[in-house]
C-alpha cells in the first residue's frame, strides 16, 4: 500500500483559518517534495504550494501568498498547509502530491484523494 492521506478540511467563513495535513502510508516522505494543489467547482487544478524533501525550499502560488504557509514534520510523515484570512475563492477540494525527485519537479508520483474547503459565511 503506497497512498496519502489528506484532512483538516471543513466549513470555515472568510477570514478563518484552517491547517491541512497530509499523511503518507507504505512509504517515507523524507525523500520526498510534497505539493498542495486545488481545484474548484468548473475550474482547471492549480498549484498552491511545495516543499523540497529537506524543507530547506518553499514555493507558495501568488494566489496565497502572504495568507498559506507550507511546512513539514519528517518525524510525523506529514506535511502541512496553514491557511490564514481564506477568502470564498479559496473554496476547493485540495490535494497534496508526493514528487520523488525531491526538488518540485513534475509529474508528481503520488496523489491522496484530496479534502474539501468550503470557505462561506
Known amino acids: 500500500q503506497v497512498q496519502l492521506v489528506e484532512s483538516g478540511g471543513g466549513l470555515v467563513q472568510p477570514g478563518g483559518s484552517l491547517r491541512l495535513s497530509c499523511t503518507a502510508s507504505?512509504?517515507?516522505?523524507?525523500?520526498?517534495?510534497i505539493g498542495w494543489f486545488r481545484q474548484a467547482p468548473g475550474k482547471e487544478r492549480e498549484g498552491v504550494a511545495c516543499?523540497?524533501?529537506?524543507?530547506?525550499?518553499?514555493y507558495v502560488a501568488d494566489s496565497v501568498n502572504g495568507r498559506f504557509t507550507i511546512s513539514r514534520d519528517n518525524a510525523q510523515n506529514t506535511v502541512y498547509l496553514q491557511m490564514n484570512r481564506l477568502k470564498p475563492k479559496d473554496t476547493a477540494v485540495y490535494y497534496c502530491?508526493?514528487?520523488?525527485?525531491?526538488?518540485?519537479?513534475?509529474?508528481?508520483?503520488?496523489w491522496g484523494q484530496g479534502t474539501q474547503v468550503t470557505v462561506s459565511s
Open positions: 516543499i523540497s524533501s529537506s524543507g530547506d525550499s518553499t
Open positions: 502530491a508526493a514528487d520523488v525527485s525531491g526538488i518540485c519537479n513534475i509529474p508528481y508520483d503520488y
Open positions: 507504505g512509504f517515507n516522505l523524507d525523500n520526498y517534495a
